[in-house]
Nanobody
Framework: QVQLVESGGGLVQAGGSLRLSCAAS????????MGWFRQAPGKDREFVGR????????YNANSVKGRFAISRDNAKNMVWLQMNSLKPEDTAVYYC????????????WGQGTQVTVSS
């Protein structure tokens, strides 16, 4: 079992920045690939980005490339999502999730943290 807890969400003006944190605990959590997702009201959950246990990163280029950055510290069992140049359309609940290395499905999810960007 892996437990995930997100934090760092809040209300920010357009153009501002937020840094979301995801604290992982449980069995060998540092060996998992970690993903960030978001879900806006009335919309499907959207992939934001993924960082492998070894640090390789992929992003949803259409929506966040160049503005968001994912990082992790395996020793601290932490993953971060740095969000810059935020737009109102970035408003959503943001989730971190854990996936076995190389697998597309995610086995564990956090409870989410709300990000609201005002115009």
């Amino acid at each position: 079992q892996v437990q995930l807890v997100e934090s760092g969400g809040g209300l920010v003006q357009a153009g501002g920045s937020l840094r979301l944190s995801c604290a992982a605990s449980g069995q060998t959590s540092s060996n998992y690939d970690m993903g960030w997702f978001r879900q806006a009201p009335g919309k499907d959950r959207e992939f934001v980005g993924r960082i492998t246990w070894s640090g390789r990163i992929t992003y949803n280029a259409n929506s966040v490339k160049g503005r968001f950055a994912i990082s992790r510290d395996n020793a601290k069992n932490m993953v971060w999502l740095q969000m810059n140049s935020l737009k109102p359309e970035d408003t959503a609940v943001y989730y971190c999730a854990a996936s076995k290395p190389g697998k597309s499905e995610y086995d564990y999810w956090g409870q989410g943290t709300q990000v609201t960007v005002s115009s």
